[in-house]
């Protein structure tokens, strides 16, 4: 039956049908006086690695959505570049590069160090596959059928791995669409399209190359890069390209849950993250496929009413600011506000239950991780950035001794007051609470020597609460406690905290009976 499936997908002995699904275009140059494009705009570290290349011997282009960015009078973030070099040969020549990836072989080439490096992502022109191996698994569970094949497909013919090189007219008809399949010569100022992609990049058209629906079968992932280019840059999906969509995305449980993750960052992270989501609700996506959005959204797709989708749509207006900004943004934050609604619904459950507040949040924490972001959590710089945020919360909320300034000095601590005065706008705290660590934040010693001593003073007015009995206490000893008026009248006696017993000792509470 896969076989067939293969066969069928990509037969020798039909090119007719073959060609049909990913034809190969036709090679058409277009000079600087036609596209336009603006020197100013390119990257001086990706043009040097063309020349290399050039220089070598070698054909090399500046790539994909740089082109469709650089078409758009925008500058692109990345820059990645195509070549007729294989993997070795591009690694050959510069004294920093890489070779990554198994789905896809190619080469990072890096220029500085620390936080200042910059990546030129450099890959190898691909061929159409003329047969692929077919493998019952997927990239974890078949791993060693995968050894040493250079394309082979699941049982649903998604691509699996796809190293096999050819010319630059097959590696553009084995991109995903038109505007993506661009190839830009900084040297001659010419820009190759094999299929029509400088048109639709003009008329804000997205178009897959070949037949969609097997298109998405190869990689589910172009779904969600289809709704990320249409929110990112207002184009319009093309009629054929938005027809197998919604019934296609039931193959996007077969892709890794890394990946899946990555692709729900990086279109939450565009700058139009609001628009992302309209998008998403748009071709019927919002909900079912990222596990995150479902506990942000209600059934219908939409932001919560109110202050729980005040909060996240806040959040996203802010990323979407710094991204237009050419500001940093953090997908840990991003994701700790998405989530927080749902860790803060726990946690209150936790608490009725008896729990102390801050071993509450931990474990509210942990069940929304489980619930949420599975596995995704021990990529560990993320999670443990999420988890700080949050636990941080509870911490704003004593504001005498020694500990308040221990918080301010955290590395995370301006994260952690962000999501705070977030909250505070939203009104789901009191605004003066997140003023006070403002002002104490920015005070001098003398401004948090006397923020302090308001604390303590408006601590000392607060009513004093008086508990009720321990759910696990006898009941006909609080009956005659309460007969007596002496724990309402007397002042508490303080409990000394001991060791509970195995098996409920002396000294210690008797657990409550298990419900039946």
């Known amino acids: 039956m896969i076989k067939k499936f293969i066969d069928k997908l990509f037969s020798k002995s039909t090119?007719?049908?073959?060609?049909?699904?990913?034809?190969?275009?036709?090679?058409?140059?277009?000079?600087?006086?036609?596209?336009?494009?603006?020197?100013?705009?390119?990257?001086?570290?990706?043009?040097?690695?063309?020349?290399?290349?050039?220089?070598?011997?070698?054909?090399?282009?500046?790539?994909?959505?740089?082109?469709?960015?650089?078409?758009?009078?925008?500058?692109?973030?990345?820059?990645?570049?195509?070549?007729n070099a294989t993997p070795e040969q591009v690694k050959g020549l510069f004294r920093r590069a890489f070779i990554i990836g198994r789905r896809f072989r190619i080469v990072h080439v890096v220029y500085g160090r620390g936080r200042e490096h910059e990546v030129i992502e450099v890959s190898t022109?691909?061929?159409?596959?003329?047969?692929?191996?077919?493998?019952?698994?997927?990239?974890?569970?078949?791993?060693?059928?995968?050894?040493?094949?250079?394309?082979?497909?699941?049982?649903?013919?998604?691509v699996l791995r796809d190293n096999?090189?050819?010319?630059?007219?097959?590696?553009?008809?084995?991109?995903?669409?038109?505007?993506?399949?661009?190839?830009?010569?900084?040297?001659?100022?010419?820009?190759v399209d094999y299929h029509g992609g400088l048109a639709d990049a003009k008329a804000k058209l997205l178009r897959m190359i070949g037949d969609p629906e097997t298109r998405y079968r190869e990689d589910p992932v172009r779904i969600i890069r289809a709704v990320r280019f249409a929110a990112k840059l207002g184009f319009t999906l093309e009629p054929r390209t938005l027809a197998p969509v919604k019934a296609s995305s039931a193959l996007l449980a077969n892709v890794p849950a890394s990946r899946l993750f990555d692709e729900m960052i990086k279109l939450l992270q565009t700058g139009h993250s609001l628009a992302s989501i309209a998008q998403?609700?748009?071709l019927g996506l919002a909900r079912g496929i990222?596990?995150?959005?479902?506990?942000?959204?209600?059934?219908?797709?939409?932001?919560?009413?109110?202050?729980?989708?005040?909060?996240?749509?806040?959040?996203?207006?802010?990323?979407?600011?710094?991204?237009?900004?050419?500001?940093?943004?953090?997908?840990?934050?991003?994701?700790?506000?998405?989530?927080?609604?749902?860790?803060?619904?726990?946690?209150?459950?936790?608490?009725?239950?008896g729990e102390p507040p801050v071993p509450a949040l931990a474990q509210a924490i942990d069940?929304?991780?489980?619930?949420?972001?599975?596995?995704?959590?021990?990529?560990?710089?993320?999670?443990?950035?999420?988890?700080?945020?949050?636990?941080?919360?509870?911490?704003?909320?004593?504001?005498?001794?020694?500990?308040?300034?221990?918080?301010?000095?955290?590395?995370?601590?301006?994260?952690?007051?962000?999501?705070l005065r977030l909250r505070a706008d939203v009104g789901e705290i009191d605004p003066a609470l997140a003023d006070w660590w403002e002002d104490f934040a920015l005070g001098s010693d003398d401004d948090r020597q006397a923020?302090?001593?308001?604390?303590?003073?408006?601590?000392?007015?607060?009513?004093?609460?008086?508990?009720?009995?321990?759910?696990?206490?006898?009941?006909?000893?609080?009956?005659?406690?309460?007969?007596?008026?002496?724990?309402?009248?007397?002042?508490?006696?303080?409990?000394?905290?001991?060791?509970?017993?195995p098996g409920g000792g002396d000294g210690a509470a008797a657990p409550a009976p298990a419900a039946e």
């Open 164 to 191: 096999v090189w050819g010319p630059q007219i097959e590696d553009a008809a084995r991109r995903d669409f038109t505007v993506n399949a661009l190839y830009y010569d900084p040297v001659r100022r010419l820009v």
């Open 15 to 83: 090119p007719a049908a073959a060609k049909k699904a990913n034809p190969l275009g036709k090679r058409v140059e277009v000079e600087a006086d036609v596209h336009g494009i603006n020197p100013d705009l390119l990257d001086e570290r990706a043009v040097k690695v063309v020349k290399t290349l050039t220089d070598a011997g070698f054909e090399a282009y500046i790539v994909g959505g740089a082109v469709r960015d650089l078409l758009l009078n925008v500058r692109p973030k990345d820059f990645d570049v195509a070549t």
């Open 367 to 419: 069940a929304v991780f489980d619930a949420r972001i599975g596995d995704i959590s021990g990529r560990g710089k993320l999670a443990a950035d999420m988890r700080e945020i949050w636990m941080m919360q509870t911490r704003f909320e004593r504001r005498t001794g020694s500990g308040v300034y221990s918080l301010i000095e955290q590395p995370r601590y301006r994260a952690g007051f962000d999501f």
């Open 451 to 501: 923020l302090l001593a308001d604390a303590r003073t408006a601590q000392q007015k607060q009513p004093r609460v008086v508990r009720a009995p321990r759910a696990d206490k006898p009941a006909s000893e609080s009956t005659q406690n309460s007969a007596a008026g002496s724990d309402v009248d007397a002042p508490a006696r303080k409990r000394r905290r001991g060791r509970r017993q």
């Open 290 to 353: 990222f596990a995150v959005l479902d506990a942000m959204l209600t059934d219908s797709g939409d932001l919560y009413e109110g202050v729980r989708g005040d909060f996240v749509r806040q959040a996203f207006e802010d990323t979407d600011r710094r991204v237009q900004e050419g500001r940093g943004v953090s997908p840990s934050f991003m994701l700790a506000c998405m989530l927080w609604h749902e860790v803060l619904d726990r946690w209150t459950k936790i608490r009725a239950g």
């Open 280 to 282: 998403l609700k748009k």
């Open 125 to 158: 022109f691909r061929a159409l596959p003329t047969e692929s191996d077919a493998v019952g698994g997927n990239e974890k569970t078949a791993k060693s059928e995968l050894e040493g094949k250079s394309h082979a497909v699941d049982a649903s013919g998604r």
